[in-house]
C-alpha cells in the first residue's frame, strides 16, 4: 500500500483509493480501474495503449486501465504511482493556496 491512501466507497460503486483526502483511482470491480492522472501522464500512457481513455471524464485526466492477466500488473502499478504522486503534488498546490488566502 502507498503512504497516505486510504479506501472508501465510491459514490458509483466499487472502491475509491484517496491520498490525504484526494481521490486519485478507482475501482469497478476487481478488473477494472478508473485512474486520474495529469495531462502529460494521460497522453503519454494512452498514446503508448498502456491505458484506455476513460468514458465519461478524460477531460478531467482520467484514464480505464484493464486487468486481462498477471502480466497486466507490472504496468498497472506504474500507471498507478504516477496518479498518486500527481495527487500528492495536487495536495500540495491546494495547501500553498490555502495558506496564501490564510494570508492575504
Not at 480505464?64 to 498507478?80: E, H, T, Y
Amino acid at each position: 500500500m502507498l503512504p497516505g491512501v486510504s479506501e472508501a466507497a465510491h459514490r458509483f460503486g466499487g472502491t475509491e483509493f484517496q491520498v490525504d483526502g484526494i481521490e486519485f483511482m478507482h475501482s469497478h470491480g476487481p478488473t477494472w480501474l478508473d485512474i486520474r492522472l495529469s495531462r502529460d501522464d494521460q497522453a503519454s500512457v494512452l498514446k503508448s495503449g498502456q491505458a484506455l481513455p476513460h468514458r465519461f471524464a478524460p477531460q478531467a485526466g482520467w484514464v480505464s486501465f484493464r486487468i486481462k492477466s498477471s502480466q497486466d500488473l507490472a504496468n498497472g502499478r506504474k500507471i498507478i504511482q504516477l496518479a498518486y504522486e500527481y495527487a500528492k503534488k495536487n495536495l500540495e498546490e491546494i495547501k500553498s493556496r490555502r495558506m496564501k488566502t490564510k494570508l492575504e
